[in-house]
T-cell receptor, first 117, second 112 residues
Framework: GENVEQHPSTLSVQEGDSAVIKCTYSDSASNYFPWYKQELGKRPQLIIDIRSNVGEKKDQRIAVTLNKTAKHFSLHITETQPEDSAVYFCAASGFGAGGTSYGKLTFGQGTILTVHP | DADVTQTPRNRITKTGKRIMLECSQTKGHDRMYWYRQDPGLGLRLIYYSFDVKDINKGEISDGYSVSRQAQAKFSLSLESAIPNQTALYFC???????????FGSGTQLSVL
């Protein structure tokens, strides 16, 4: 099955700095890579995702890049703010024959991001 | 707003007891999932169901069972709870053809 490794486990930055979280995956058939954000005491929520037919996707201050050859993908947060402090999870899943989604995600171990004012 | 609801929010129980965690959703989604969250281990899939008659084991199903009572309801049971099942449990849903997961608010389970 799929295995997703996420680094670092903790990340501390100053407000305004950039933050980068990296993930690697093992199954070359995986082609969907979402990122979830979990604020303290809250449920995880999707913040951005990317499919394997593109190399980069941006949404305001966040971006995700994908390197299929190396089987790794990264989350980039620019101009960090205290409200970006949370646990971030990467994940991977794949499609079956005919485009049917496998429909289940394998998550990384999570990164605790702390943004200091 | 359509939502995913888990009950109870918190539960403390003793080793050997049978426990049921319940999940209901008003999103009209076909697919439902149970994950557990442990510090440093991320979210791990216990069971998933793509419709009422479809139940599948995830990566850590030992010691757990599930029941899909209706499209909107998916319950998780611990037949004989043990301390290493202490964790935060999340139910999640997704619509057919979409990988986006919508999580419930979670159930914190402590097994003493």
């Amino acid at each position: 099955g799929e295995n997703v490794e996420q680094h670092p486990s903790t990340l501390s930055v100053q407000e305004g700095d950039s933050a980068v979280i990296k993930c690697t995956y093992s199954d070359s058939a995986s082609n969907y890579f979402p990122w979830y954000k979990q604020e303290l005491g809250k449920r995880p929520q999707l913040i951005i995702d990317i499919r394997s037919n593109v190399g980069e996707k941006k949404d305001q201050r966040i971006a995700v890049t994908l390197n299929k050859t190396a089987k790794h993908f990264s989350l980039h947060i620019t101009e960090t703010q205290p409200e970006d402090s949370a646990v971030y999870f990467c994940a991977a899943s794949g499609f079956g024959a005919g485009g049917t989604s496998y429909g289940k995600l394998t998550f990384g171990q999570g990164t605790i991001l702390t943004v200091h004012p | 707003d359509a939502d995913v609801t888990q009950t109870p929010r918190n539960r403390i129980t003793k080793t050997g007891k049978r426990i049921m965690l319940e999940c209901s959703q008003t999103k009209g989604h076909d697919r439902m999932y149970w994950y557990r969250q442990d510090p440093g281990l991320g979210l791990r899939l216990i069971y998933y169901s793509f419709d009422v008659k479809d139940i599948n084991k995830g990566e850590i199903s030992d010691g757990y069972s599930v029941s899909r009572q209706a499209q909107a309801k998916f319950s998780l049971s611990l037949e004989s709870a043990i301390p290493n099942q202490t964790a935060l449990y999340f139910c999640a849903t997704s619509g057919r053809g979409s990988e986006k997961l919508f999580f419930g608010s979670g159930t914190q389970l402590s097994v003493l």
